[in-house]
T-cell receptor
Framework: GAVVSQHPSRVICKSGTSVKIECRSLDFQATTMFWYRQFPKQSLMLMATSNEGSKATYEQGVEKDKFLINHASLTLSTLTVTSAHPEDSSFYIC??????????????FGPGTRLTVL | QKEVEQNSGPLSVPEGAIASLNCTYSDRGSQSFFWYRQYSGKSPELIMSIYSNGDKEDGRFTAQLNKASQYVSLLIRDSQPSDSATYLCAVNSWGNNRLAFGKGNQVVVIP
């Protein structure tokens, strides 16, 4: 159980275009999902917390108008990188929070999306 | 002080040996503790979670938690080349959505 999928796994786009990444929890409902970015040989960096039915909470320094997050259902969150530029090239990873009956949360990660902006 | 610290550098262990990883955290209110494994170019994969003081074993992995000393460790017994990866320690506090991650420890198992 606790499977999270991401689509696409890899995308190459031209500078100035927008790219949408989907994150789905396949076998559980996730009221909260998270979006991370990871540059080569660096740590995971939390970009934003996505809450179902409400606005996302962005980390300091992350432009909310550039990284649009929508969490329209309990199993789907999307991240849209608008007007992408080469410096946005990175590995984008989502995770979904699964809460058990005792109220303990566990985050399960999707396989990631590698974005290359030319 | 960082929330979660993993200070050890890359760890090289011979195949079949025990790999030992340590992690300390600063928030005494932390309730949930996790170890994730991340292969190069891949996303993190949950391998262990622990919530109570003491040891928790799962196959070749043992997580150890000491809340009084604010540390959590991971032991990998009978290390295999397939265990070569970066291991991330993550900590969550009650009522806090976010996981705080350490920088990770790279483990290299030498055949």
């Amino acid at each position: 159980g606790a499977v999270v999928s991401q689509h696409p796994s890899r995308v190459i786009c031209k500078s100035g275009t927008s790219v949408k990444i989907e994150c789905r929890s396949l076998d559980f409902q996730a009221t909260t999902m998270f979006w991370y970015r990871q540059f080569p040989k660096q740590s995971l960096m939390l970009m934003a917390t996505s809450n179902e039915g409400s606005k996302a909470t962005y980390e300091q320094g992350v432009e909310k108008d550039k990284f649009l997050i929508n969490h329209a259902s309990l199993t789907l969150s999307t991240l849209t990188v608008t007007s992408a530029h080469p410096e946005d090239s990175s590995f984008y990873i989502c995770s979904a929070r699964d809460r058990d009956r005792e109220g303990t949360d566990t985050q399960y990660f999707g396989p990631g999306t590698r974005l290359t902006v030319l | 002080q960082k929330e979660v610290e993993q200070n050890s550098g890359p760890l090289s262990v011979p195949e079949g040996a025990i790999a030992s990883l340590n992690c300390t955290y600063s928030d005494r209110g932390s309730q949930s503790f996790f170890w994730y494994r991340q292969y190069s170019g891949k996303s993190p994969e949950l391998i262990m979670s622990i919530y109570s003081n003491g040891d928790k074993e799962d196959g070749r992995f043992t997580a150890q938690l000491n809340k009084a000393s604010q540390y959590v460790s991971l032991l990998i017994r009978d290390s295999q080349p397939s265990d070569s990866a970066t291991y991330l320690c993550a900590v969550n506090s009650w009522g806090n959505n976010r996981l705080a991650f350490g920088k990770g420890n790279q483990v290299v198992v030498i055949p």
